[in-house]
Each structure stands twice: as structure tokens, then as C-alpha cells.
């Protein structure tokens, strides 16, 4: 009985808190571990150890665990609504930019002051596709630790806009079947009918279940990705 209590007990701690995490976590917003501002990370952190004390500790209330978690992150939103009022403060915490490349020179006091090394500024060059410092015009290290870089003109892909060309706007295409489910909604935005889509399918021999994913851009083209048919 007292096991079988025990084992309940922390079956029901572990669901509580893996969906206050989330939830807290998702009231920090939506953004990526490396966008994080340190200040962002370090409350992520002590949310993470918090988290672990009331499936260790069974004897402490629940609550105990679940309140600091609130306060961390209560605080964390009244910080990043600081922030977004007060440009002196947004400094302060998230810290500025810093150009780290100036037109193909590296600027080693600036780096050496980030505390970035060569090696970094070289492996997320070629992340970049750029192999040649020359080529760079400004690199900049953002505050998530990433770079920002602007090539050199000479070195700048060409776009329709250089060649005098005139193209159509073109908008994100629209999922209209997902993983064999109609998205009527979308449908509706593109102006198509459900017996547009399944005359559409009939010429390709397909049913909608058969399909993983499909959509339609903004010429009115049909794009389809059939599911992996089982071997009977």
C-alpha cells in the first residue's frame, strides 16, 4: 500500500510539473534556446533545478517547488516589459552588438573584449557559405552570440531587382491537406472547393488519406507528397 502510494505520488508530482514547465516556459515566450538573452537563460536554468526538488524531495508540498517557478518567471516578463520601455536598461541586461569585422579587417580588440575567438568567427562564416574574410563588408556579433553579415557588393548575389527584371509577388503557399486531413480553412482563403481538390486528386489517382501533404501556392500550383504506401 505505502509503495503503491509512494509510486502514485510521484507519478502525479512528475505530471504536475512537467505541465507547470511547459506552461511557464511557454510564458517566456517564443523564442530559440540560442536567442536567449542571459538573463533569459539563467531563469530557465533555475526554473530546471527548481523542477527537480518536489520529485526528489517527497516530503516537501508540491506548492513549495510550483511558487518559485511563478516568481521566476513573473519576474522574467516584468523584465523583458522593462526592457522594451527603457532603452538604458535593455542595454544593461541584454547587452548591445558589436561589429567584430570591418570592411575584410577583423577587429581583434573588439573580439578579444567579446571574448569570441577566431575559430567561432570562422565556423559560423562557413554556416554563412562565406569561406573569405575579404569578402565580408561588416560582421557583426549579435547579442545571442550569433553574427550578422553583410558582403562586400562585388560579392552579393544578383537579384531580379539589379538585372532590371520584373517578377510577380509571390505569397507563402498554403497546406491544403495535412497528414491526410482536409484543411478546409486554408481552402477557404485560397478560394477553392472541395470538388476542385478532388477533381485535382482524381488526376493524380489519389485519395485524400493517401497523402502526407499538400499545398498551393500563389500561381494556383498544386504540390503533393504522397504517403509511404505499406507493402502488403
Known amino acids: 500500500m505505502g509503495d503503491s502510494f509512494m509510486l502514485s505520488n510521484v507519478i502525479l508530482r512528475t505530471i504536475i510539473i512537467y505541465l507547470t514547465v511547459l506552461i511557464v516556459m511557454r510564458l517566456m515566450g517564443k523564442r530559440e534556446v540560442g536567442q536567449l538573452s542571459t538573463f533569459d537563460l539563467v531563469v530557465a536554468i533555475m526554473?530546471?533545478?527548481i523542477a527537480v526538488f518536489p520529485m526528489e524531495e517527497l516530503d516537501i508540498p508540491i506548492y513549495i517547488g510550483l511558487i518559485p517557478m511563478f516568481i521566476l518567471v513573473g519576474g522574467e516578463i516584468l523584465i523583458s516589459y522593462l526592457c522594451l520601455k527603457s532603452?538604458?536598461?535593455r542595454k544593461i541586461i541584454d547587452g548591445g552588438p558589436s561589429i567584430i569585422i570591418s570592411n575584410g579587417i577583423i577587429l581583434e580588440n573588439e573580439m578579444r573584449r567579446q571574448r569570441y575567438n577566431l575559430n567561432d568567427l570562422l565556423a559560423q562564416l562557413r554556416e554563412k557559405g562565406i569561406f573569405d574574410i575579404s569578402e565580408v563588408k561588416y560582421a557583426i556579433l549579435e547579442t545571442s552570440g550569433?553574427?550578422?553579415?553583410?558582403?562586400?557588393t562585388s560579392k552579393r548575389p544578383l537579384t531580379p531587382e539589379d538585372m532590371n527584371l520584373s517578377l510577380p509577388e509571390e505569397d507563402m503557399p498554403l497546406p491544403i491537406i495535412f497528414d491526410g486531413q482536409v484543411m478546409q480553412q486554408n481552402l477557404g482563403l485560397l478560394g477553392l472547393t472541395n470538388e476542385w481538390l478532388d477533381g485535382e486528386?482524381?488526376?493524380?489517382?489519389?485519395?485524400?488519406e493517401e497523402i502526407l501533404y499538400a499545398s498551393v501556392d500563389s500561381q494556383g500550383k498544386l504540390f503533393i507528397s504522397e504517403k509511404v504506401r505499406k507493402k502488403s
Open 47 to 49: 526554473i530546471a533545478e
Open 87 to 89: 532603452r538604458f536598461l
Open 146 to 152: 550569433k553574427i550578422s553579415v553583410m558582403p562586400k
Open 201 to 208: 486528386l482524381k488526376k493524380y489517382d489519389l485519395r485524400t
